[in-house]
């Protein structure tokens, strides 16, 4: 019997099912941590254990320290999409669509996708180990000997600035997509900005700046419970703060795409 | 009161690492924990401290604080000095309410002068030496009046001159808050300075309890081996 078990061990078909049932577990076990701080983490908000000072600290950094690289990520993506269609759009006589097709890659969905892989490239990650460093070094023990709650002091302030923040900074890096769409389609295509401007409103209604900002909303707030999981999760040193920073950027970035298709879904089906 | 320690059972996956051991510190005293490393010493202060749940047993103090002497201070590297110590009064919901930001500046002032570090409220943790940030962590620890305060290995990694000088201000902070207090340590100088009562730990049990004196004079297997820092006897290390 042991010799048969030691057979099945190395064989392919049983190697790979324990893996994808390790990866299950994992997947589990971190669905369930994310969803046991988001409670513990709602719960101190409505206690009252959130610092507002800390709060208005992590505002300023998800609004206004992370605006440039956004506007940068958000302005040149624009330029990269509008350059290829603009010229296409115009030969085949729809120029003058093409400040309304902007309009709704931008409101829709690139202002708010690309921002959000900003904000997780430099706020989640940033997040995440800032909490993975206070994990390993024992910080977080220390807040819970001095009787401080860490998901009042640390989730609460950082989830709620993410909620808060987000909007504007979509806002404005769409805004800034449009401008950078009318700049790139009158130099690619010689597309008159009159012309741009004229249909900017044709292909978007009160409806998609709604749900632009409610996935802004729900995104901030995702990017900063995933990251601030994983951090308070972390175990194990320097290699921990690596592999929670790293999953925190992963998974932040699988959520914002699965909260957008629920919206696509939801709102567009 | 004190502390009482009763029955107390803790396993991690498969390792027993405490085994129904039973103590007892009476109000004011400093008993010091030691045993080698992987002893399960630290653990029983987590327990105590409520940072880790017990599987058995029971554990009793005195009603208040207790606070927590981190190992490698646990200081929070992005505060200064003076909001480190502050910390618990400004964030705490049932004291920030009962101090003004003078009252809590005077607060902080005595008690870095009380661990001999006078006018370093500006500095960040990483601008100070070890020994520093072991006393600013002392002073943070304190800074709440708690009845009992535990040291895990305060005197780690720093020089005997420095080693002395934090035995001193555990005997000092003692003397002045009565707290009751749990050193973890496997020095024999922090074990001799400070500690009014001593238990061993081996294996998730205790092999001897006593005075710092009957450890050094105790005919105990486990003793005699730990104080000569001998490879041989009942005690197995894992090389």
Same mark, same amino acid.
């Given at each position: 019997m042991e010799l048969y078990k030691q057979v099945l061990r190395q064989t392919v078909t049983y190697r790979l099912f324990t893996s994808i049932l390790a990866n299950v577990n994992d997947f589990s076990e971190t669905l369930g941590n994310i969803t046991i701080c988001g409670i513990k983490t709602i719960k101190a908000i409505f206690k009252g254990e959130m610092s507002s000072k800390e709060l208005i600290e992590q505002c300023e950094r998800f609004g206004i320290s992370s605006l440039p690289i956004t506007l940068s990520i958000v302005g040149m993506t624009t330029v990269i999409i509008v350059s290829q269609i603009a010229q296409e759009m115009v030969k085949q006589g729809g120029g003058n669509m093409v400040g309304a097709l902007v309009s709704i890659l931008m409101v829709r969905e690139l202002g708010v996708i690309m921002s959000g892989f900003a904000i997780i490239s430099m706020i989640g990650s940033s997040l995440a180990s800032e909490i993975a460093t206070m994990r390993v070094t024992e910080q977080i023990d220390a807040l819970r000997t001095l009787k401080v709650n860490p998901f009042g002091y640390l989730f609460a302030p950082r989830v709620l600035a993410g909620m808060i923040m987000m909007p504007p900074v979509v806002i404005i890096s769409s805004f800034i997509g449009v401008l950078m769409g009318a700049l790139t389609s009158n130099l690619v295509s010689g597309l008159s900005y009159r012309a741009f401007f004229d249909s900017l409103?044709?292909?978007?209604?009160a409806k998609d700046l709604f749900i632009c900002i409610a996935k802004a909303f729900c995104f901030g707030g995702a990017i900063a419970l995933i990251s601030c999981s994983f951090g308070y999760h972390a175990k194990g040193g320097a290699k921990g703060v690596g592999i929670a920073t790293t999953g925190a950027v992963v998974w932040s970035f699988v959520a914002i795409v699965i909260i957008d298709m629920i919206f696509a879904i939801g709102f567009f089906f | 009161m004190g502390i009482e320690v009763k029955n107390l059972t803790k396993t991690f996956g498969e390792k027993k690492v405490l085994d129904n051991i039973s103590f007892k510190v009476e109000d004011g005293e400093i008993l010091a924990l030691v045993g080698f !490393? $992987? !002893?399960g010493k630290s653990t029983v202060l987590k327990l105590i401290s409520n940072l880790v749940e017990k599987d058995e047993g029971e554990i009793i103090t005195s009603e208040g604080d207790i606070a927590f002497v981190f190992q490698y201070s646990a200081l929070f590297d992005s505060l200064t000095v003076y909001d480190n110590i502050a910390f618990a009064l400004h964030e705490r919901k049932d004291l920030k309410k009962n101090f003004t930001e003078k009252e809590i500046s005077k607060i902080v002032k005595e008690k870095l002068e009380l661990v001999g /570090?006078? $006018?370093?409220?500006? +500095?960040?943790? !990483? =601008? +100070?030496s070890g020994g520093m940030q072991k006393r600013v962590s002392f002073a943070r620890a304190i800074v709440t009046e708690p009845e009992v305060i535990l040291y895990d290995e305060?005197?780690? $990694? /720093?020089?005997p001159i420095a080693s002395t000088l934090i035995e001193d201000y555990i005997l000092r902070l003692r003397n002045e808050t009565k707290a009751t207090s749990i050193v973890v340590t496997h020095q024999m100088s922090t074990i001799k300075r400070t500690a009014d009562k001593v238990i061993m730990l081996y294996d998730g049990k205790i092999v001897f309890r006593g005075t710092p004196d009957e450890l050094e004079n105790s005919d105990n297997e486990y003793t005699k081996q730990f104080i000569n820092a001998s +490879? =041989? $006897?009942p005690m197995k290390i894992l090389a």
């Open positions: 409103w044709l292909g978007i209604f | !490393s $992987g !002893s /570090l006078k $006018g370093i409220e500006n +500095l960040y943790p !990483s =601008e +100070l305060p005197t780690a $990694g /720093l020089d +490879l =041989e $006897g």
